[in-house]
């Protein structure tokens, strides 16, 4: 996969690396236009629901190019990565100029990991430890703030929808 701001999409099949890489004069020099809008909810055990738009990053080029170059992520905003099938999704921040917290949907539509406070422009590899069905890019800090944890439950209309 990629993600907020990568420059490969990539997918472990049977413990092989598969992707796309791009060259190098083909890498994105600005933040991509808005992405097409949903909403989708987050609701905890204890039954507090966030209600967050979303754009939907579903094509390899804007999931290629995801947060890259944005200044700014508002606190109700984000943008969900919706893979073709569950797999493995490895994020990263490069080109991305602020903090994220990575959310790692499983195929039950549950969280199944968190990163919080992902380091702007790096490139140290962020995965979701397996298969996922979609992930979500937020606000750094914000999991914690809201008190969004492993386990809550992701809807939304595109989770909604069978994979493939």
Same mark, same amino acid.
């Given at each position: 996969?990629?993600?907020?701001?990568?420059?490969l999409?990539?997918?472990l099949?049977?413990?092989?690396?598969?992707g796309?890489a791009?060259?190098?004069?083909d890498?994105?020099?600005k933040?991509?236009?808005?992405?097409s809008?949903?909403t989708?909810t987050?609701t905890?055990?204890?039954?507090?629901?966030?209600?967050?738009?979303?754009e939907?990053?579903?094509? +390899?080029e804007?999931?290629?190019?995801g947060e890259?170059?944005?200044?700014s992520v508002p606190?109700?905003?984000?943008?969900?990565?919706?893979? +073709?099938y569950?797999?493995?999704?490895?994020?990263?921040m490069?080109?991305t100029?602020?903090?994220?917290d990575?959310v790692?949907i499983?195929e039950?539509?549950r969280?199944?990991?968190i990163?919080?406070?992902a380091?702007?422009?790096?490139?140290a590899r962020?995965s979701?430890?397996?298969p996922v069905?979609?992930?979500l890019?937020?606000q750094?800090?914000l999991?914690?703030?809201?008190g969004?944890?492993v386990g809550d439950k992701?809807?939304s209309?595109?989770l909604?929808? +069978?994979?493939?």
């Amino acid at each position: 996969m990629c993600a907020a701001a990568c420059g490969l999409v990539v997918a472990l099949a049977g413990g092989q690396m598969v992707g796309t890489a791009r060259a190098q004069d083909d890498a994105p020099t600005k933040a991509q236009s808005e992405l097409s809008r949903e909403t989708l909810t987050i609701t905890g055990g204890k039954g507090a629901k966030h209600v967050f738009s979303v754009e939907l990053a579903t094509t +390899p080029e804007q999931q290629r190019i995801g947060e890259m170059f944005r200044t700014s992520v508002p606190a109700d905003r984000g943008m969900l990565f919706v893979w +073709p099938y569950p797999q493995q999704s490895d994020m990263w921040m490069e080109n991305t100029l602020v903090s994220l917290d990575i959310v790692f949907i499983g195929e039950d539509g549950r969280i199944s990991a968190i990163a919080e406070n992902a380091v702007p422009q790096s490139l140290a590899r962020i995965s979701s430890h397996g298969p996922v069905r979609a992930t979500l890019e937020l606000q750094g800090g914000l999991t914690e703030k809201l008190g969004i944890v492993v386990g809550d439950k992701v809807d939304s209309k595109t989770l909604a929808a +069978p994979a493939g």
